[in-house]
C-alpha cells in the first residue's frame, strides 16, 4: 500500500473547508441547526457546498 500522501490538490480542498466551517461557526445569523446543516452541505460537496456557503449562507436570516 501507499502511504497516504497530500499534494497540492488535496491540500486546497481542506484549506478552503477549514476557511468555511470557521466562518459557518462564527456567523451569528444562524441558530445551531442551521450551522449543522451549512456544515454538512459544505462537507458532502467538498468546493460547491463552500461556494454555496459564501454565495447563500452568510447573508442575513430574517426571523
Do not use: C, E, Q, Y
Request: glycine residues 10%.
Amino acid at each position: 500500500m501507499d502511504p497516504i500522501t497530500l499534494s497540492f490538490a488535496g491540500i486546497v480542498p481542506l484549506i478552503i473547508f477549514i476557511i468555511t466551517l470557521v466562518s459557518i461557526v462564527k456567523n451569528p445569523n444562524h441558530g445551531f441547526f442551521g450551522k449543522v446543516i451549512w456544515t454538512l452541505v459544505a462537507f458532502f460537496l467538498s468546493i460547491l457546498g463552500s461556494i454555496l456557503w459564501l454565495i447563500f449562507g452568510r447573508g442575513k436570516v430574517t426571523r
